[in-house]
T-cell receptor, first 113, second 114 residues
Framework: AQKVTQAQTEISVVEKEDVTLDCVYE???????LFWYKQPPSGELVFLIR??????QNEISGRYSWNFQKSTSSFNFTITASQVVDSAVYFC??????????FGKGITLSVRP | DTGVSQDPRHKITKRGQNVTFRCDPI?????LYWYRQTLGQGPEFLTY????????KSRLLSDRFSAERPKGSFSTLEIQRTEQGDSAMYLC????????????FGSGTRLTVV
């Protein structure tokens, strides 16, 4: 069975602080994909990144960066110099051989001005 | 193609009534998924289709729930004899089999059962 754990439930930071959102996953599949989605108050799930299990390179996209470590089954997400517009719920998700996406419970990020 | 469309956006119904939601996926996507999200939780998988074939149903899906994708294009999710516990956001997503571009989610249908 697949499982995604987002141990942090709520994080509050002041604008311009860096913040890291943690994600730990469990799967028996050798090929799998990891995702991060953002869900703003409007409710729509916004795709941020996809990583496959064979690509452990870290990725940076503007203020966002992701650290994938298979040895610890973690796929952490860092926002550098956070902004108020980053306030949202962030979900980590895992997709394995059956193509079914399993989500964590989400982390509510509040960025205060 | 403007993405995954869901209709209606909001639905309020009385307990015991039947409701039906529609999802139009991205036209090139052969996989279509239904998820349910309750307040404070991540989306939970309900079922998915590859073309018109329903490949998997979650054990969460009671007999009151049924989904179809008759021609491998749009899909409908019907809930019969709604209960207050069915109140949730129902999300539809679509993808290619290869997951080349990941999953694209619609804006969801928010169901309130009163």
């Amino acid at each position: 069975a697949q499982k995604v754990t987002q141990a942090q439930t709520e994080i509050s930071v002041v604008e311009k602080e860096d913040v890291t959102l943690d994600c730990v996953y469990e799967t028996r599949d050798t090929t799998y994909y990891l995702f991060w989605y953002k869900q703003p108050p409007s409710g729509e799930l916004v795709f941020l990144i996809r990583r496959n299990s064979f690509d452990e390179q870290n990725e940076i996209s503007g203020r966002y960066s992701w650290n994938f470590q298979k040895s610890t089954s973690s796929f952490n997400f860092t926002i550098t110099a956070s902004q108020v517009v980053d306030s949202a719920v962030y979900f980590c998700a895992l997709s394995g051989a059956n193509s079914k996406l399993t989500f964590g419970k989400g982390i509510t990020l509040s960025v205060r001005p | 193609d403007t993405g995954v469309s869901q209709d209606p956006r909001h639905k309020i119904t009385k307990r015991g009534q039947n409701v039906t939601f529609r999802c139009d996926p991205i036209s090139e996507h052969n996989r279509l998924y239904w998820y349910r999200q309750t307040l404070g939780q991540g989306p939970e998988f309900l079922t998915y289709f590859q073309n018109e074939a329903q490949l998997e149903k979650s054990r969460l899906l009671s007999d009151r729930f049924s989904a179809e994708r008759p021609k491998g294009s749009f899909s409908t999710l019907e809930i019969q004899r709604t209960e207050q516990g069915d109140s949730a956001m129902y999300l539809c997503a679509s993808s290619l089999v290869s997951l080349t571009y990941g999953y694209t989610f619609g804006s969801g249908t928010r169901l309130t059962v009163v």
